[in-house]
């Protein structure tokens, strides 16, 4: 009978354990999740996620500038970053998205010794995106390549035509 008891008593115990660590576990998720979507006391902007949403369903240049700063400001992970530049550059076309996947392929090998050097396919693509994004007039893709062009950096070096680049962005009206 004692034994039963016991056997009752260590199933109840166990029993009770699994149930709180389910609990806390479910609490933790929703908690996580809050936190994802709440906006802080000093965040009067949209959520992280509803940025997101909206470059993804329609495109928002105000909500892709609000995510930029996001991510290159605080520990966002900027590699997430580069898809949202993707998105931006190849359905919407907007000009300093284009920018910004050169600058998220190229970065972590510009400052950081320890990855080495990028790999030829990543470098085309990334020059691929920069030289779109100068195309379309934008003024950190004008500067960027002329800058690689006047130093011969991942281009032959062509002062003539890095110069060129650097009088169209200095015609620019950026509004500063």
């Known amino acids: 009978m004692k034994k039963k ?18 609990y ?12 994802m979507t709440a906006k802080s006391m000093n965040d009067f902007g949209p959520s992280i996620e509803e940025l997101k949403k909206n470059v993804l369903t329609k495109g928002d240049t105000l909500a892709y500038e609000e995510l930029s700063i996001r991510y290159f400001n605080v520990n966002y992970s900027k590699g997430e970053f580069l898809f949202y530049s993707i998105i931006m550059a190849n359905k919407y076309c907007y000009p ?4 910004n996947v050169y600058r998220c392929l190229t970065e972590i090998f510009e400052h950081n010794n320890k990855v080495g050097s990028i790999d030829e ?31 011969g950096v991942y281009v032959p070096k062509d002062t003539m035509l890095g110069n060129i680049l650097a009088k169209r962005a200095a015609n620019l009206d950026i509004g500063l």
């Open 5 to 22: 008891y016991y056997t009752l008593g260590v199933c109840l115990f166990f029993l009770g354990v699994v149930s709180g660590y389910l």
């Open 24 to 35: 806390f576990r479910s609490e933790r998720e929703k908690e996580i999740k809050l936190l």
């Open 96 to 99: 300093p998205a284009f920018f």
């Open 121 to 151: 396919k990543t470098k085309e693509l990334a020059l691929k995106y920069l030289k779109e994004g100068a195309n379309l007039n934008e003024y950190n893709a004008l500067n960027t390549l002329s800058t690689l062009y006047l130093n």
